[in-house]
């Protein structure tokens, strides 16, 4: 009797990748703070729930929530009314991206901004940027290279002043979105449109059966990481608007500048640029590389987001360092890092295999060829064709215009006038077999010659030596020719 090979755990991978199976110490906020970083709710599932989604089909899964939701819905399924509107709201998140932010445009437009403090703004502006991209984003999110403590320090210090969260819940949330990309588990959902997944998603309150979550056990190992969660509110309100207002009212006496330009109006351009590789990202730009999904490479997102614009190539490849691959693509997060590690402050750059790439690059376009291919006629295949006897082809062969190449008869009586060689030369070809004379003992047909031959296929012949491939076999006795 054989032994039977054992079959994977589904709940129990679903836990490992969760990160469901060990004890995470939990890392909270408190306060205000807490509340910053998203809904609880869409966190708290086990495995066991995660895989009984997986499984599930999607009538199954339909009616198990329509059953539970049957005497009450979430707000975020009940139709928007004057009366509930303000509970579809996150307040929260409408005051950080929407109100300070129009307090900001309203100030400017009164507070002319001067050129060192226009100066300071951008310098924060780069430092907070590049902290998501290649901090929050490509170190922490995707464990894509390592780095010094001091540079872990400076991403988690200017990363908060983008008022985008702390690293761990930025982070875990991008692990869900990578992990359910284009599922309802995604938190940014492309495929809901692209204001939902601009900001849509984190004005209106998540719905709870879409909670899903990610192992961050590497996070919570990381000092830095757990301390600015904590202190979150506190490092934000210091980094985003005190300290450029600081450094603009004591080096040139601007401090309502620094808060405007450098504090509140860089927060609100790198939260738009981020938000982009959310929706532009999935939303304009080709895919190299698979097309399965919505993710998109343009060079037009690549410049808004710091490099983040070649998004085909992250969704395939996301633990490699670079987000552009070509020397010439836009992608100063990459440089960056690259420079970081000739300086010894970072190292273990990860890089996918060029093989591997360079595969995920035909495999695409051979899935856009057979497209193009599935459109063209390339006549009927030898295998559907009816079986005629010699005698039925001489029978019929005059009358119907018909020969034989290759024990295939083929139909050409409409194309007798258009033979590019003549008539006579079809017309004497006619009830007769033609291989040889069509494989180059009259003429080498080309390729397209070959191919228009194929669409006017009618049957085969009993016992023929059958060949699909004529342009092969046109070769095939071309060479034997030339060897004789």
């Keep these: 009797m054989s032994e039977q090979l054992d079959t994977v755990d589904i709940t129990a991978l679903n836990a490992i990748a969760a990160g469901t199976n060990k ?143 702390s690293i761990k819940w930025w982070s875990h949330s991008h692990r869900i979105h990578h992990r359910y990309t284009d599922t309802s588990r995604d938190p940014y959902d492309a495929r809901r449109g692209f204001w939902f997944s601009h900001m849509g998603w984190m004005l209106t309150k998540p719905n709870p059966k879409n909670r899903a979550r990610a192992d961050i056990s590497d996070l919570a190992a990381d000092w830095v990481v757990t301390f600015q969660h904590r202190h979150y509110l ?45 929706s532009l990202a999935h939303w304009i730009g080709v895919q190299p590389f698979d097309d399965r999904r919505t993710p998109r490479d343009h060079v037009l997102t690549a410049f808004v987001t710091f490099g983040e614009g070649y998004h085909n190539f992250h969704h395939e490849f996301p633990s490699d360092y670079r987000n552009a691959l070509k020397w010439y693509q836009y992608d100063p997060t990459k440089i960056a890092i690259f420079i970081l590690s000739k300086l010894g402050l970072a190292w273990n750059l990860k890089k996918f295999s060029q093989n591997a790439i360079e595969q995920g690059l035909i495999q695409q376009q051979q899935k856009k060829l057979d497209r193009m291919k599935s459109k063209l006629n390339w006549g009927t295949p030898v295998d559907n064709l009816p079986v005629w006897t010699r005698e039925e082809f001489n029978t019929r062969a005059k009358k119907e215009g018909l020969l034989i190449v290759s024990g295939i008869i083929h139909n050409v009586k409409n194309f007798i006038k258009e033979h590019p060689g003549g008539q006579a030369l079809v017309r004497a070809s006619l009830g007769k077999d033609a291989t040889k004379a069509f494989n180059g003992a009259v003429y080498a047909h080309s390729n397209a010659a070959h191919n228009l031959l194929a669409t006017m296929r009618v049957a085969v012949v009993q016992d023929g030596d059958i060949n699909a491939n004529t342009f092969a076999l046109q070769q095939e006795m071309m060479d034997k020719e030339k060897q004789s």
């Design 234 to 278: 506190t490092i934000m309100l210091f980094s985003g608007f005190i300290f450029p207002s600081l450094v603009a009212g004591l080096l040139w006496g601007d401090y309502y500048g620094g808060l405007i330009y450098a504090g509140i109006l860089k927060c609100f351009f790198i939260q738009q640029a981020t938000f982009c590789v959310n």
């Design 23 to 165: 004890k995470v110490p939990r890392i909270v906020a408190a306060g205000l703070g807490g509340k910053l970083m998203g809904t609880a709710d869409m966190v708290k599932v086990t495995a066991e729930q995660i895989t009984q989604d997986s499984m599930e089909t999607l009538a199954e899964k339909d009616e198990r929530e329509k059953q539970k939701y049957a005497t009450r819905k979430h707000i975020s399924e009940q139709p928007w009314t004057i009366g509930n509107f303000y509970q579809h709201i996150n307040w929260l998140n409408f005051i950080l991206v929407c109100a300070i932010p129009a307090f900001g445009v309203y100030s400017a437009i009164f507070n002319p901004p001067q050129l060192k403090t226009m100066g300071l703004a951008f310098m924060m502006y780069v430092f907070s940027g590049v902290s998501i991209t290649a901090g929050y984003h490509r170190l922490y999110s995707h464990k894509s290279y390592d780095a010094a403590l001091p540079v872990r320090l400076f991403f988690a210090f200017f990363g908060a002043g983008a008022i985008e969260g």
